[in-house]
């Protein structure tokens, strides 16, 4: 199982860094990423990073969140910068045992693995 943690409420302008532990015995193929879900939506991607390092952004969050992944702590973060109140949702990490990024575009969405989840609230 994947668990998220990091999450909380924060103003507008504020940072949160988001990380997910992740099963230790990964290797070969493979991908991690970050998904929301906002009250009333369905869940969107958020940034995937591929096992060959390749990371992938949606364009909400370009430019102010950064994916990365400490391998010896089996740990994924999602750093967050300049959050908005259109970044409130709960926050779940996914993992996928294929690859999932090919020349610069997220190409696949088949998770097998989720965490429960971890809140960031943003207020104006």
């Known amino acids: 199982p994947l668990v998220e943690s990091g999450g909380g409420s924060v103003q507008t302008g504020g940072s949160l860094t988001l990380s997910c532990k992740v099963p230790?015995?990964?290797?070969?193929?493979?991908?991690m990423a970050w998904f929301r879900q906002a009250p009333g939506k369905e869940r969107e991607g958020v940034a995937v990073?591929?096992?060959?390092?390749?990371?992938v952004y949606v364009d909400t969050v370009r430019g102010r969140a950064t994916i990365s992944e400490d391998s010896a702590k089996n740990t994924l973060f999602l750093e967050m910068n300049n959050l908005k109140p259109e970044d409130t949702a709960t926050y779940y990490c996914?993992?996928?045992?294929?690859?999932?990024?090919?020349?610069?575009?997220?190409?696949?969405?088949?998770?097998?693995?989720w965490g429960q989840g971890t809140q960031v609230t943003v207020s104006s």
């Open positions: 996914g993992l996928s045992p294929q690859r999932c990024v090919e020349d610069g575009i997220w190409t696949s969405y088949d998770f097998s693995d």
């Open positions: 230790s015995y990964i290797y070969g193929d493979y991908c």
């Open positions: 990073l591929d096992s060959d390092g390749s990371a």
